[in-house]
């Protein structure tokens, strides 16, 4: 019995076919979690740091990460907490290692919204900061950061830092 080029392409078909619907998508808790990956330092032309890079991992079980810029009616009004999605906190240390203050107001974003919405999703996020005011808030150049995420339910991810950086200002 020969075997025609159709039926290896229906056969090869089936297969893949089966193989995939053995392939879950993995599902996450519905409240964000975050890791941290990266934090990457550009210097100015004067060899000063001047912006980061900030870079960490997420998960969400229903996908709803992230805001659209027309979100600004309530709970995502610019007099709301919500209105930014991405708050970040600078952490001062002396050179022994001590934990001096937390600088105010927060470093804040607003991380686009992906269309991944009732799904469970995983990815990276990239967040570019602008570090050049931070000779003006510190004494010492030791700094972590502590950040967290909201997702579209209001559901505040954990927080998460970075290890503890030496800027050149």
């Not at 159709?6 to 409240?31: A, K, T, V």
């Not at 027309?70 to 209105?83: I, L």
Request: hydrophobic share 35%; charged share 20%; glycine share 4%.
């Amino acid at each position: 019995m020969k075997i025609s080029i159709l039926n290896y392409i229906i056969i090869f078909s089936i297969m893949i076919i089966s193989l995939s619907s053995c392939i879950e998508n993995p599902e996450y808790p519905i409240i964000p979690e975050i890791k941290f990956k990266d934090f990457q330092i550009m210097k100015s032309q004067q060899g000063k740091d001047s912006l980061g890079t900030l870079i960490f991992t997420f998960t969400d079980g229903d996908g709803d990460i992230g805001l659209d810029e027309s979100d600004t009616f309530p709970p995502f009004n610019s007099e709301s907490e919500y209105y930014y999605n991405f708050y970040l906190y600078f952490v001062e240390y002396n050179d022994n290692g001590d934990s001096i203050k937390q600088i105010e107001p927060p470093y804040t974003a607003r991380i686009p919204r992906i269309n991944r919405y009732a799904e469970s999703v995983k990815g990276e996020i990239y967040v570019d900061i602008d570090v050049y005011f931070l000779p003006l808030v510190v004494q010492y150049h030791n700094i972590n950061m502590r950040f967290f995420i909201y997702d579209r339910a209001l559901n505040k991810s954990n927080v998460e830092k970075t290890p503890i950086y030496k800027f050149n200002f």
